[in-house]
């Protein structure tokens, strides 16, 4: 055996399901936890609220109720996750949201311009709005924190001028109500259920089969259609839920997955594909980790700074979008709430570290429905609106705390 077969063993040696196993409990001890506290939080919630509430927490309704409010949270989380991946933050993104809103609300109702025409021009502002704050934190260096702080309340003006104080701007473009107050057709929700089901398990094997072909480490086969398996399950019940008849009166039919769910899929399946399958995906992943090295391995490291925070805004603009659809109007106040913490939070809760270098897309969907799952449960049980907050800040100081623990657990280990 030469010595370059010795210092590659690893990544050729054959793998089976037990040392797959091991393999991955060795990871999460050193600390490389992913998004395994967040699923088990989940699993958690679910079990605690349907105990607490078995009549209204896995109703139908409340179902498709959580899907709904988890839309715009965990689509501006998703655009955060390549700012948190650099260690960067982004404190507008929530008033960007609200300001993209306000403009396309704006132009549609006082313009009488088409939905596509007000969505385009609303996600071009947010892109712009990402530029400058990309421009000034990689190229004048300005830290994040102050640049994007500035911003938060410079937005807000910008907002409160458009609308003017006390004002409302309705949404009433079916196009745009629909998002979040509309069902997709139930053959249609289990025809895209079927085919996201397929798709990822041709995915995941075709992986594992040009792994083989180069003799590269992969894992089991076992292992790969187990958890194709488990997402074709987790599809089809979720699709099988939201195809049930909701409505509360017999002569109404109230049936499918809302249209905001496959706009999220959509976007998951683009992030998850830009950051894991892309040179600049691990570009990203490069500087997040250490940016001096990326800039010697020649990444142009102040266009990966600009882009993420424009990336970031323009998911802020299609947020905002979602919000508005969903209370099918826009306020001076929209987006200045507390949606930009629950987006950070349902990140960090999803497994992307703040130290920046780790995280996945899938991480805001998880998060975001922690989030939505403690707001919807605790509303059930009638808790107090201080509780909510302080259950939901000590959910947050948790999952910030395995991150760091977590990432001094690595550095012991020399991962």
């Known amino acids: ?14 793998h089976d399901v037990r040392s797959a196993l091991g393999d991955y ?78 403009a396309m609300a704006k132009l549609m109702a006082d313009s009488g311009q088409p939905w596509y025409v007000a969505v385009i021009t609303a996600v071009a502002i947010g892109i712009v709005i990402g530029t400058a704050i990309g421009w000034l934190v990689a190229v004048v260096r300005i830290p994040s924190f102050v640049v994007t702080l500035a911003l938060f309340l410079g937005l807000q003006g910008v907002t409160l001028r458009m609308i003017g104080e006390g004002g409302t701007v309705s949404v009433r473009d079916d196009v745009i109500v629909a998002l979040a107050n509309k069902n ?14 397929v798709g990822y398990a041709a995915s995941q094997l075709l992986r594992w089969r040009r792994q083989r072909a180069r003799d590269l480490h992969s894992k089991p086969v076992e292992l790969v259609i187990a958890q194709s398996a488990v997402v074709a399950a987790v599809l ?33 399946i683009v992030c998850t594909f830009v950051l894991g399958r892309t040179a600049y995906g691990r570009h990203i992943y490069a500087v997040g980790g250490n940016a001096e090295a990326a800039r010697r391995a020649g990444i142009n490291v102040t266009r990966i700074r600009i882009s993420v925070f424009m990336i970031a805004s323009g998911f ?34 999803g497994g992307t570290s703040l130290f920046g270098g780790r995280g996945k897309a899938r991480d805001a969907v998880l998060g975001g429905l922690v989030i939505a799952i403690i707001e919807n ?29 977590a990432r001094r657990r690595r550095s012991n280990t020399g991962r």
Not at 320 to 337: D, H, K, M
Not at 382 to 394: E, H, M, N, R
């Open 377 to 405: 449960g605790l509303g059930l049980l009638g808790t107090k609106a201080y509780l909510s907050f302080l259950i939901t800040g000590v959910v947050l100081l948790f999952a910030a705390s395995i991150d760091a623990l």
């Open 316 to 349: 802020a603009a299609i947020s905002g979008i979602v919000a508005a659809s969903r209370l099918n109007s826009v306020t001076p106040n929209s987006g200045s709430g507390n949606e930009l913490l629950y987006a950070v939070g349902a990140a960090v809760i």
């Open 25 to 102: 409990w060795d990871r999460v001890r050193s600390g490389e936890l992913g998004a395994l506290p967040a699923i088990l939080g989940l699993g958690s919630l679910i079990v605690l609220f349907t105990v607490l509430r078995p009549d209204t927490f896995l109703s139908k309704g409340n179902i498709a109720n959580l899907f709904t409010q988890a839309l715009p949270i965990t689509i501006l989380a998703m655009g955060l996750v390549f700012v948190l991946l650099l260690g960067e933050i982004d404190l507008s993104a929530g008033v960007a949201s609200g300001l993209c809103a306000a």
């Open 184 to 197: 997709i057709p139930v053959g249609l929700g289990w025809a895209l259920a079927v085919v996201c089901a």
């Open 236 to 268: 089809l019940f979720g699709t099988y839920l939201l195809s049930l008849d909701r409505a509360p009166s017999p002569f109404i039919t109230l049936a499918g997955i809302p249209w905001g769910v496959p706009l999220v899929g959509v976007l998951l």
């Open 1 to 14: 055996m030469t010595l370059a077969d010795a210092d590659f063993a690893a990544d050729r040696r054959e």
